[in-house]
T-cell receptor, first 115, second 116 residues
């Protein structure tokens, strides 16, 4: 079965320091992986997606993620955090045993950014 | 484009009452997803439609929940009768499904439901 595990429920950083949000996946197939962000009282927005092209994926707002098959990881990073990055981040895998885009969401990591 | 539109944004009702949540897809999209988000269970897929046809409703909690797509651009999620444990934020998302591609799901702002 395909799934994702977000290793941290909360991550706290200071503004201007690097961000690392960790995600490990489990999949028998070559997975399609996503990171979504949810700001308070808002819907979810796609940050980036990996679909077996380049292993380093660049997204919006300066975020990027690297697909590492040997480590079954898809960690999200950003060189320098902004206050506006404070939000909840979801690692997501697409189920590949159907012809349709059914997504399975991780439990989320709340990013806190302090001045 | 206005994006995915959901109404109402907030709903407070009493146990036993019928609740109807509404969603308008992005023009041109052919797939519709209903999700529920709670602190305890996170984000769960309830049901999704492709070209107005329900493809997978295995996430629908029980018979009190029903969803319809009367046309290609609109969907409703109904809870009857509602219970306090149904309190959650309900999201609708739409996408354009094309064979062989992986496309983004666009989420609406959600409906926060409180059942007293």
């Amino acid at each position: 079965a395909q799934s994702v595990t977000q290793l941290d429920s909360h991550v706290s950083v200071s503004e201007g320091t690097p961000v690392l949000l960790r995600c490990n996946y489990s999949s028998s197939y070559s997975p399609s992986l996503f990171w979504y962000v949810q700001h308070p009282n808002k819907g979810l927005q796609l940050l980036l997606k990996y679909t077996s092209a380049a292993t380093l994926v660049k997204g919006i707002n300066g975020f990027e993620a690297e697909f590492k098959k040997s480590e079954t990881s898809f960690h999200l990073t950003k060189p320098s955090a902004h206050m506006s990055d404070a939000a909840e981040y979801f690692c997501v895998v697409r189920l590949m045993n159907t012809g349709f885009q059914k997504l399975v969401f991780g439990t989320g990591t709340r990013l806190l950014v302090s001045p | 484009d206005a994006g995915v539109i959901q109404s109402p944004r907030h709903e407070v009702t009493e146990m036993g009452q019928e609740v109807t949540l509404r969603c308008k897809l992005i023009s041109g999209h052919n797939s519709l997803f209903w999700y529920r988000q709670t602190m305890m269970r996170g984000l769960e897929l309830l049901i999704y439609f492709n070209n107005n046809v329900p493809i997978d409703d295995s996430g629908m909690p029980e018979d009190r929940f029903s969803a319809k797509m009367p046309n290609a651009s609109f969907s409703t999620l109904k809870i009857q009768p509602s219970e306090p444990r149904d309190s959650a934020v309900y999201f609708c998302a739409s996408s354009l499904e094309l064979a062989g591609t992986t496309n983004e799901q666009f989420f609406g702002p959600g409906t926060r439901l409180t059942v007293l």
